[in-house]
Structures are given as structure tokens and as C-alpha cells.
């Protein structure tokens, strides 16, 4: 499994962005995913995720703001950012197939985009 993060940029407070990220999978297996992120000397942390009933989860820090979403037929998922604020400045990651462990542990991820630089002033 590849996956390729895009749509990172600067923006000012308040701004919004779209994160996308296109995987590549040699099955037709519907992963679970979801997004992570990493600031200057902090460890990485999960943003948000789909969960295995269908539904999606999010950090306590970007509930109301961040919106994950996917598109299978694009082999897509998407992270909608409304209400930035500079604390939410990081690379942001993708990560997919999820074992048994909770959403929000990078261990738990066999596969890892790049990441995509956010700025937020």
C-alpha cells in the first residue's frame, strides 16, 4: 500500500485547508485509516480516524473543526480543516491498515504517507 499526502500550505488563523490522500492497494480491501500528526518536539498523534462499525472519531482538540471523509472509488480520503488555529500547526500524516489496537495509536498503522507540512499564523 503507497500513500501520497497533498493540499498542506500556510494559512492565517481561522483559515481552512484540505488534506487529501491518494493510496494505491493491491486488493479491494477497504482499509481502516486515518490521520496523524506530528509538531516540532512533540510525538505523534492521531487526528482522526474511521472506525470499524463505519464511523469516524476524532482528537479532543479538533472536534467541530476537522472532518474526515473518504471516497473509495477514488481510493481517497480526505481531511476537511475549518477554524485553524496555530496550534494545529504540523505534518500531517496518512496512515492505514489498522489492527485491533485504538485509532489513535501510530503503532497500531502498517502504512505511512510522506506528510504534508501545515502552517498556521
Known amino acids: 500500500v503507497q500513500l501520497v499526502e497533498s493540499g498542506g500550505g500556510s494559512v492565517q488563523a481561522g483559515g481552512s485547508l484540505r488534506l487529501t490522500c491518494a493510496y494505491t492497494a493491491s486488493t479491494n480491501s477497504r482499509y481502516l485509516m486515518g490521520w496523524f500528526r506530528q509538531a516540532p518536539g512533540k510525538a505523534r498523534e492521531g487526528v482522526a480516524a474511521?472506525?470499524?462499525?463505519?464511523?469516524?472519531d476524532y482528537a479532543d482538540s479538533v472536534r467541530g473543526r476537522l472532518t474526515i471523509s473518504r471516497d473509495d472509488a477514488k481510493n481517497t480520503i480526505y481531511l476537511q480543516m475549518n477554524g485553524l488555529k496555530p496550534e494545529d500547526t504540523a505534518i500531517y500524516y496518512c496512515a492505514a491498515d489498522r489492527r485491533g489496537g485504538p485509532w489513535h495509536t501510530a503503532a497500531e498503522y502498517a502504512y505511512w504517507g510522506q506528510g504534508t507540512q501545515v502552517t498556521v499564523s
Open positions: 474511521f472506525t470499524v462499525t463505519g464511523g469516524t
